[in-house]
């Protein structure tokens, strides 16, 4: 199929997207550079700007070539719900009753495990939340668990390797730890009911070798750090009263009634709405809601989907070419420059396929939705959330890259050998 001028601008665009993506410390170093435009390089070296600036490009050729309707047309076919979904999660997910009650779970946790404190904090931080996420959505999960290292054991100064290995580690296992359920995982859900998947399918085909991935990588890296880490067993001071816990599982039923309507914008988000208007009503038991991040996520989510419309005469007939195990480290290596949702949904439109092939791709979706920042639909809430601890305010791309390739390798072992 010979590719539109569109199509080829949407390509070309999203190649660049990618770079721009791994030069964000360039445009950082031109606003120290040039102050007088600081303000616009700034706005360039933020990870989570980048997708929606190159969609915007995109869309400006689309309404100067094809012309206001087909442009608009366009826009009206995308599908935002993601976005969406991932903005309301994370502020909700993220207030001070919901924190509050997951690190008071993680300490009693941590408790009974035959471990220092410090290091069964940190495996299950790395190890317990992410597979949570099956349960409240990886969204979710990704913006507990980043918090809390944010709170805990990125409180103290800590070497760069281990910041490093901790984010690679917590962005793979995220992304495979939330295949125990079909709604919890992106690349999951844009296949799971057209293809007839239910919980006990994912557990048998992803659920237990998932879990054992990230045990592995989890107790992995709390061994490689033990002599760094004792601090997150110190219970932190506490900056305000404990909240009551009838505002605790207020809290709980938004969460939850907003991960049931995941698919319903027009249901969560109204919800949303009520929820911000309970957090205003008691505000003595909150935190600053994290508003400014939750808006940077699902504005680079919202850039994908307008940039990702417009890959498909590409990407499909590469993965379409492949044979269920190419098809699997296809998917892995796709998804480093692609978000791994994308690439499901994209398989989802083939009739025909074997079940072997539909979860291989799947498998090779999760599997590399850790290499990077656009892997997987919850990466860029994690960075947003922890890039303050990083030198330069930044996570280096490259970095992230090296540390998140041993426990991908780890996950490549379990789908494919158990």
Do not use: C
Request: aromatic fraction near 12%; proline fraction near 6%; charge should be neutral.
């Amino acid at each position: 199929m010979t590719p539109t001028l569109i199509q080829i601008i949407g390509a070309s665009l999203f190649g660049l997207a990618v770079l721009h993506t791994f030069s964000t410390k360039f445009f950082e170093n031109l606003a120290h550079r040039q102050p007088r435009h600081a303000g616009i390089w700034h706005l360039l070296g933020e990870v989570e700007v980048v997708f929606g600036f190159w969609a915007m490009v995109l869309m400006l050729f689309m309404f100067s070539i094809s012309g206001k309707q087909d442009a608009t047309a366009y826009l009206d076919s995308r599908n935002f719900t993601e976005p969406m979904f991932v903005f309301a999660i994370m502020v909700i997910a993220g207030t001070r009753p919901i924190l509050q009650l997951a690190g008071a779970s993680v300490r009693f946790i941590a408790r009974f495990m035959p471990l220092p404190k410090g290091m069964a904090m940190y495996f299950l931080v790395l190890g317990f939340v992410p597979m949570l996420g099956s349960f409240i959505t990886e969204p979710a999960a990704m913006t507990l668990a980043a918090l809390m290292l944010r709170d805990t054991l990125f409180s103290q100064q800590v070497s760069s390797r281990l910041k490093y290995v901790t984010i690679g580690v917590l962005f793979v296992n995220i992304s495979i730890g939330g295949t125990l359920t079909p709604f919890a995982a992106p690349p999951v859900l844009m296949v799971a009911a057209k293809w007839n998947w239910d919980i006990w399918f994912m557990i048998a085909n992803f659920g237990w070798k998932a879990a054992i991935a990230v045990v592995f990588n989890a107790g992995s890296a709390m061994l490689l750090f033990r002599n760094q880490i004792g601090h997150m067993g110190k219970t932190p001071p506490a900056e305000h009263d404990a909240v009551p816990l009838s505002v605790v599982l207020v809290h709980l039923a938004f969460l939850a009634i907003v991960v049931v309507f995941a698919h319903h914008p027009a249901v969560f988000m109204g919800v949303f709405l009520f929820f911000m208007g309970f957090t205003t009503a008691y505000q003595r038991h909150q935190n600053p809601l994290i508003l400014r991040e939750a808006l940077l996520v699902a504005f680079f989510l919202a850039g994908l989907v307008v940039l990702g419309g417009v890959q498909q005469w590409w990407l499909q007939p590469v993965l379409m070419s492949m044979d269920a195990n190419a098809v699997f480290f296809g998917a892995t290596a796709l998804t480093a420059i692609t978000d791994n949702a994308a690439l499901t949904y994209l398989g989802s439109l083939v009739e025909g396929l074997s079940e072997e092939f539909k979860v291989a791709l799947v498998a090779g979706a999760v599997t590399g939705g850790g290499l990077t920042v656009i892997a997987n639909a919850p990466n860029p809430a994690g960075a947003t959330i922890l890039k303050e601890k990083f030198p330069g305010n930044a996570i280096h791309p490259l970095g992230l890259l090296i540390a998140a390739l041993p426990p991908t390798l780890v996950a490549v072992m379990a789908f494919r050998i158990l």
